[in-house]
């Protein structure tokens, strides 16, 4: 919580400095302005997720869509070595980023409130579907032995399906850099908490399930995620296109 707020705190004070840059440059009443804006998550890359947003804004509000698809880089896996992460997550739902086997497709929409004319800050409402899923892949996983006992395991034929609905509130600043007339590059870091709900259905055929000897088992169930969100947004918007009321 003290990262989080100063890091909004340093986020606000940047932002206060860059839109006292432009006051001078205020609209007349009489008219709106409008622009459009597509942006990437570069950050996202590093786990093989390509997400791509897109935004119209009137004024102060941002209305937009997002969707994003992650591959599979893998056919089959004859282990799944989790050992570098497990210190930071020990559930195994937590790690369908690090699964090289799992696919996702995201889909959402969100609302965004900017605090000036000139979009330098703003909260975003954000809500979203996921689906994570590999079908019939040969794979294996041995969780670390905790307190004496046997942790999560199991080997053979494996299939998941999970279904994520998820809603973020964030708290963002945009920096924006004129390329011409009517483009800009724009520039989105952001923080804030989030919220899912997952359901999870797992088949396992022809192996080990908890170490023991199976022919098929199959695993229903569900949980509620409270999390952290930070990340960047970058891309291209069009310039402020200002239209007269009246």
């Excluded at 804006?37 to 996202?44: C, S, T």
């Excluded at 897109?54 to 050992?83: C, S």
């Excluded at 739902?93 to 699964?99: G, P, Q, S």
């Excluded at 908490?193 to 080990?208: A, K, L």
């Amino acid at each position: 919580m003290k990262t989080f707020s100063l890091f909004l705190s340093l986020l606000l004070s940047i932002n206060l400095l860059y839109a006292q840059e432009k006051v001078n440059t205020l609209l007349p009443s009489g008219y709106y302005t409008t622009r459009w804006l597509v942006q990437f998550k570069p950050l996202q890359a590093m786990f093989v997720e390509f997400p791509v947003s897109a935004e119209y804004t009137v004024n102060k509000h941002g209305f937009g869509i997002e969707a994003a698809y992650r591959p599979a880089w893998k056919k089959e896996l004859e282990k799944i070595d989790y050992e570098y992460v497990e210190r930071l997550w020990e559930n195994y739902r937590a790690l369908n980023y690090f699964n090289p086997l799992q696919n996702a497709i995201t889909i959402g929409t969100f609302y965004k409130l900017y605090f000036d004319s000139y979009r330098c800050t703003h909260i975003k409402a954000h809500f979203y579907y996921r689906h994570w899923w590999f079908n019939e892949k040969q794979t294996e996983y041995d969780d670390k032995v905790r307190f004496g006992a046997q942790g999560y395991q199991f080997s053979g034929t494996r299939t998941e399906n999970q279904e994520i609905y998820g809603a973020k509130i964030t708290f963002g600043g945009t920096f924006s850099i004129n390329v011409d007339k009517k483009l800009e590059v724009v520039l989105e870091p952001y923080a804030g908490f989030g919220y899912r709900y997952r359901s999870f259905h797992y088949q396992t055929w022809d192996g080990e399930f908890w170490g023991e000897p199976i022919n098929y088992v199959e695993e229903h169930g569900y949980d509620h995620i409270f999390s952290f969100q930070f990340g960047l947004s970058l891309g291209f918007g069009s310039d402020l296109k200002k239209t007269l009321t009246y």
